[in-house]
């Protein structure tokens, strides 16, 4: 890397013009003032997207099916029959929200509207499926059954009552009359679910506890009938209990058979836990008996409450309206409905651990009991002492007749509150076939399509916009390019002939001499203050003017601006650096055949290759001269060094024209030379990749850049509208009639250099 130029005095001694970025103007990269321009510039894509949107939304709303709309409104409570529960206070509570929201899915669930399409027919129904005539379709057929409940669940919609029991179902279709009767369907369908449910868990619990019953009552059956054979042997009467011995022996044995009853009424009610809990609906597991005594397994249905609330958020999100299964939102708490249901399998998972492990502890216990009893029974038989196998029969008949009449009585309260633990559903009001079909709005429908269709031209025309490489707005070139803008030249209008006639070749070419008092006069005088200014004190003496890409205007701009520059006391020298195509001699009706190559060479010197022209004696020109077989080599040499040292010190500015940038290394040769470079960009000619590498060549080469000058620009675009109306101000009412542009200045939109 080279030394920082931007920090060192250039040939004169002054200090060189700041760098990329150091001068540029802070531009915010978005302002609304902004967008509205952008959207005013592609309003034509705007006008065919509202065009669009009204006929599109025009189509729909004069093509919309007519929807027949039943209602129905159901109330789900608890009931007054759970106020003959022995246990009320469990089924009193829980939250009902929750309820609610359980009770509503399980209304849209696929079994239960598979239930009502099999009873119905639905799937070979004409008006349900709108075809006419065909096969027999039947609904276990997979495709059959699921486009039948999809098209189901699509058109039935269930909502809940804030602040109450009750809930709202509603079912559209073609059909007026098919719509209440579907609807109906559903409600008597799911009256008898919620009857039958609780009945079936309670079924399950009553086959497993009749099956310890049966087994019980044959253990009374047989101890009774050795009771009786004892009693028949021994007779009543000869019974002495009064025996001390064996009264401690009967009394132990007492107690380890109250323990033996105990344990194996812990072990039955263990054991018929766990079946229940393995063989039900895990769905259904914390709405049946207990699963753990005296507890509910409140983990479960705080879980359950969670995963519903849940559901319900997520269909409210994914359903019409909502903000759809996409959105972060949506996902997260989907991902927390997976976690949930996770979790609450993992809880099932524990509590028909729990319930097995209860289960064979009971067992144990019930077996070690049982042991340690028939020990006990034995030592006493061994004695040989029928009163004491006797007190044993009488026990252990009284211990199981205790335990199987308590069984008994579970079950069959079971059996009562079976009907007892469903909710009780009303059907306030019954579908009715609605008389008329339910229709949007036309204008609404049209309104709505049309906002949708313009939002989407918005969108359409950022992307545009992002897309186009044009660059038409000043703030974007000067960010690209990292320099400010010194001045824009605005485009003016060629002269009439008449006015042509009158001009010399210099006036024709030269508009700051034709118009004065012209904008495109004042933007060069704007042009010349700012160059001036771009270092404090020190004034740039070698001013090179260049470009990118040929007929950006940069000749034009460099003779004006000398013009400008010679019409006050300073003197100025306008060098024709173009070596390949030289064009300045043409400008001022100068003759090209003695020129800078000339000096360059050594064939002539320096006085002798200089012209004037008679309209600004303070202007100096040297043109290129002949064209030579290596310019790049002779604008590099030393000689173009020692020359340009040479005319500093005589003239106050040395105007340099120079050859685009990226056609030819010539320009950034002589901008190592110069102390101020000036870019000449055409307004609507450059591209963002063409200024990018202008752009990284210029920085590359650390030449002195200040800043650069917009070419051609239409002051009547939307970017650049009034941008000089203080200067249509000051001389709109003199220049009005004469205002235009000569052939020159038409060539710096045209420059062919």
């Not at 002949?626 to 060094?641: D, I, K, T, Y």
Request: aromatic share 6%; with cysteine.
């Amino acid at each position: 890397m080279g030394p920082d130029k931007s920090k060192m005095p250039n040939a004169t001694g002054a200090p060189g013009p700041q760098r990329f970025g150091a001068a540029a103007a802070e531009v915010a990269d978005t302002s609304l003032s902004e967008a509205f321009e952008t959207l005013r510039k592609r309003r034509w894509i705007l006008i065919a997207a509202a065009v669009l949107g009204i006929a599109y939304g025009s189509y729909n709303a004069f093509t919309q099916p007519r929807l027949y709309v039943a209602n129905s409104t159901i109330q789900v409570h608890s009931g007054a029959s759970n106020a003959y529960r022995l246990d009320s206070d469990y089924y009193y509570g829980g939250d009902t929200e929750t309820r609610m929201n359980s009770e509503v899915f399980i209304i849209k669930s696929d079994t239960l509207l598979y239930t009502v399409a099999r009873e119905m027919d639905l799937a070979n129904n004409p008006d349900f499926t709108g075809i006419v005539g065909g096969p027999h379709r039947s609904i276990d057929d997979p495709r059959v059954r699921a486009k039948t409940i999809g098209t189901l669940k699509s058109n039935l919609r269930v909502a809940l009552v804030p602040q109450t029991e009750m809930m709202t179902l509603s079912y559209s279709s073609l059909n007026a009359r098919l719509s209440a009767d579907i609807l109906n369907q559903i409600v008597a369908d799911y009256i008898h679910r919620e009857f039958q449910m609780p009945v079936q868990q309670t079924r399950l619990v009553s086959d497993w506890l009749s099956t310890d019953l049966d087994e019980l009552k044959d253990q009374v059956t047989r101890t009774q009938e050795q009771m009786l054979q004892l009693e028949r042997k021994l007779g009543v009467l000869a019974i002495d209990p009064q025996h001390n011995q064996l009264q401690t022996s009967v009394t132990s044995l007492e107690q380890l058979l109250t323990a033996e009853g105990v344990a194996k009424i812990a072990r039955i009610d263990a054991e018929s836990r766990y079946m229940m809990i393995k063989n039900m609906d895990p769905n259904t597991i914390d709405e049946s008996i207990e699963t753990t005594p005296g507890t509910m397994p409140g983990e479960l249905s705080s879980l359950r409450r969670q995963k519903a609330a849940l559901q319900g958020e997520y269909a409210q999100m994914t359903g019409p309206g909502g903000i759809g299964p996409n959105h972060p939102r949506a996902l997260q708490i989907q991902h927390q409905i997976q976690e949930l249901s996770t979790q609450i399998a993992a809880e099932l998972n524990r509590l028909q651990t729990q319930a097995r492990e209860n289960y064979l502890a009971a067992k144990k216990t019930e077996e070690a009991t049982s042991q340690e009893v028939e020990a006990r029974k034995a030592e006493a038989y061994s004695q040989g002492d029928d009163l004491v196998r006797y007190t044993l029969l009488q026990r252990e008949y009284e211990q199981n007749r205790t335990l199987y009449d308590a069984l008994k009585q579970r079950l069959e309260t079971a059996k009562v509150e079976s009907g007892l633990g469903a909710s009780e559903v009303d059907q306030v009001d019954k579908a009715l076939p609605p008389v008329n079909p339910s229709l949007r709005p036309r204008s609404s429908i049209i309104l709505v399509n049309t906002v949708f269709f313009v939002l989407g031209g918005i969108i359409v025309a950022f992307i545009v916009e992002s897309l186009d490489t044009d660059l038409t707005v000043i703030h974007q070139i000067e960010t690209i390019m990292e320099m400010p803008s010194l001045a824009v030249i605005p485009r003016t209008r060629r002269p009439s002939p008449e006015q042509l006639a009158a001009m010399s070749i210099v006036q024709r070419n030269l508009t700051v001499l034709s118009q004065p008092k012209s904008q495109f006069t004042e933007s060069f005088r704007s042009l010349r203050t700012a160059l001036l200014l771009t270092t404090a004190g020190h004034p740039p003496k070698r001013i090179l003017f260049t470009s990118a890409t040929p007929s950006e205007g940069k000749t034009t701009t460099a003779g004006n601006l000398a013009c400008i520059l010679a019409q006050g006391d300073a003197r100025v020298l306008l060098i024709d650096a173009d070596l390949r195509r030289p064009n300045l001699h043409h400008r001022f009706g100068l003759t090209g055949k003695i020129g800078l190559t000339s000096v360059l060479a050594g064939a002539a010197k320096l006085e002798q290759a200089i012209q004037n022209i008679p309209e600004l004696p303070n202007l100096d020109i040297l043109p290129s001269g002949p064209v030579p077989p290596f310019p790049a080599e002779m604008l590099g040499s030393e000689a173009m060094r020692t020359l340009l040292d040479q005319v500093s010190e005589i003239y106050t500015h040395v105007v340099i024209d120079s050859p685009p940038i990226l056609s030819v290394t010539d320009g950034i040769i002589l901008s190592r030379m110069a102390d101020a470079v000036v870019l000449v960009i055409r307004h609507g000619k450059s591209k963002r990749n063409v200024l990018r590498r202008t752009h990284d060549l210029l920085f590359r080469s650390e030449a002195p850049m200040a800043g650069l000058v917009l070419n051609a620009v239409d002051l009547n675009s939307p970017e650049y509208y009034g941008y000089y109306g203080y200067s249509g101000y000051s001389y709109g009412s003199i220049d009005a009639d004469t205002w235009g542009t000569s052939p020159g200045a038409a060539s710096q939109g045209g420059d062919n250099s």
